[in-house]
């Protein structure tokens, strides 16, 4: 099976597998699980930031980040097609009681001309706005393609919010993407930023977990909403091993896979029926378009005869997710289902 389902597909290697069944455990919720304050410890100095706590999930991680900037009534700032808007459930509004101002995008980037037209203040509206409080950044942008905020957008982006009197948080679900594909150090992307969740069980190959990143102060209360959330987890060190095997080994791993999509994306885009802005194919995603009138859901169920699996992002979109268990037979394979399946 060839899944390009998702890069959350990933299962733990055998290597992982060793290092989870030999982890140290204590009791997290407690403080004295030293595997999971080891993997805060690291992350939070790859990302120059004071401290860190571990998560179930980046949903979860999003979510208390909202939470702990954020009070009822306030709103966010973020892309129109973002993680935090389309695919958590309203847990903004839900969880935080905020509103939402959206942001059009270009290949999923922000601009941040946009970004301080979006900004909302109740003072000197008679009360009639929110408090914008929080402009969030998804990078890499998922709906983008898998696309990278360039450093000046981001740092501009930062300033525009923080001289607004706004917060900053970077959704870096896939910013270990970003970093390998940018060539940037991991602590200069995410330097204007108040707050930043990193994902593990993404293209780092771990089976779960997220952390959050902050000051001492921020995660200190960031803790208080883990719990209320219901992310308190005990022996939680086992999840963390895998974590810090993911930091240690598949990092740089992530070229691979970033040079599998685009030679997938470019043998598909050649192909009668289809098309891809290979423009947007900036890390290990290929956003293909279908462009003689059959569904996605058709198209789906014939690569899945060729045992090549995608899912659709809307009715004339599927999208392609290259990880850790994608190889270069898996593109070759790939490439020939689709021109199996092409336009006659």
Same mark, same amino acid.
């Given at each position: 099976?060839?899944?390009?389902? =998702?890069?959350?597909?990933?299962?733990?290697?055998?290597?992982?597998?060793?290092?989870?069944?030999?982890? %140290?455990?204590?009791?997290?919720?407690?403080?004295?699980?030293?595997?999971?304050?080891?993997?805060?410890?690291?992350?939070?100095?790859?990302?120059?930031?004071?401290?860190?706590?571990?998560?179930?999930?980046?949903?979860? =991680?999003?979510?208390?980040? /909202?939470?702990?900037?954020?009070?009822?009534?306030?709103?966010?700032?973020?892309?129109?097609?973002?993680?935090?808007?389309?695919?958590?459930?309203?847990?903004?509004?839900?969880?935080?009681?905020?509103? /939402?101002?959206?942001?059009?995008?270009?290949?999923?980037?922000?601009?941040?001309?946009? $970004?301080?037209?979006?900004?909302?203040?109740?003072?000197?509206?008679?009360?009639?706005?929110?408090?914008?409080?929080?402009?969030?950044?998804?990078?890499?942008?998922?709906?983008?393609?898998?696309?990278?905020?360039?450093?000046?957008?981001?740092?501009? +982006?930062?300033?525009?919010?923080?001289?607004?009197?706004?917060?900053?948080?970077?959704?870096?679900?896939?910013?270990?993407?970003? $970093? @390998?594909?940018?060539?940037? !150090?991991?602590?200069?992307?995410?330097?204007?930023?108040?707050?930043?969740?990193?994902?593990?069980?993404?293209?780092?190959?771990?089976?779960?977990?997220?952390?959050?990143?902050?000051?001492?102060?921020?995660?200190?209360?960031?803790?208080?909403?883990?719990?209320?959330?219901?992310?308190?987890?005990?022996? &939680?060190?086992?999840?963390?091993?895998?974590?810090?095997?993911?930091?240690?080994?598949?990092?740089?791993?992530?070229?691979?896979?970033?040079?599998?999509?685009?030679?997938?994306? %470019? &043998?598909?885009?050649?192909? !009668?029926?289809?098309?891809?802005?290979?423009?947007?194919?900036?890390?290990?995603?290929?956003?293909?378009?279908?462009?003689?009138?059959?569904?996605?859901?058709?198209?789906?169920?014939?690569?899945?005869?060729?045992?090549?699996?995608?899912?659709? @992002?809307?009715?004339?979109?599927?999208?392609?997710?290259?990880?850790?268990?994608?190889? !270069?037979?898996?593109?070759?394979?790939? +490439?020939?289902?689709?021109?199996? /399946?092409?336009?006659?």
């Amino acid at each position: 099976m060839i899944d390009l389902r =998702s890069d959350t597909v990933t299962q733990p290697s055998a290597s992982m597998r060793s290092a989870i069944a030999a982890a %140290e455990v204590g009791d997290d919720v407690l403080g004295d699980d030293p595997t999971v304050n080891e993997l805060q410890s690291r992350l939070a100095t790859m990302l120059g930031k004071q401290a860190g706590l571990f998560v179930p999930s980046g949903t979860m =991680s999003n979510a208390v980040a /909202i939470r702990t900037h954020t009070s009822p009534g306030d709103e966010i700032i973020t892309a129109a097609d973002s993680h935090v808007y389309l695919y958590e459930g309203g847990g903004y509004a839900a969880l935080s009681g905020c509103s /939402i101002a959206l942001v059009p995008t270009d290949r999923g980037i922000m601009a941040p001309e946009d $970004v301080e037209q979006a900004i909302r203040k109740a003072s000197g509206s008679l009360s009639h706005f929110p408090d914008g409080s929080l402009v969030c950044v998804e990078n890499t942008a998922n709906r983008g393609g898998g696309t990278v905020y360039p450093q000046p957008v981001l740092d501009r +982006i930062s300033e525009i919010a923080h001289d607004s009197g706004c917060s900053t948080h970077l959704d870096g679900a896939r910013m270990f993407n970003a $970093v @390998v594909a940018s060539g940037s !150090d991991p602590a200069r992307l995410a330097s204007g930023y108040d707050s930043i969740s990193i994902c593990l069980s993404k293209g780092l190959g771990a089976p779960v977990g997220s952390v959050l990143l902050g000051s001492e102060e921020f995660i200190a209360s960031a803790h208080r909403w883990r719990k209320l959330f219901g992310g308190g987890m005990r022996q &939680a060190g086992v999840l963390a091993a895998a974590g810090l095997f993911a930091l240690e080994n598949n990092i740089e791993r992530l070229a691979d896979d970033h040079a599998r999509a685009l030679r997938l994306a %470019e &043998a598909v885009s050649a192909l !009668d029926g289809f098309s891809v802005d290979l423009d947007g194919v900036q890390t290990n995603m290929a956003y293909i378009g279908i462009e003689d009138g059959r569904s996605p859901q058709e198209i789906i169920d014939r690569l899945a005869s060729h045992d090549v699996h995608l899912l659709s @992002v809307d009715e004339h979109t599927l999208r392609a997710v290259t990880h850790l268990h994608v190889d !270069d037979g898996d593109i070759d394979a790939s +490439i020939a289902a689709f021109s199996s /399946i092409q336009t006659p």
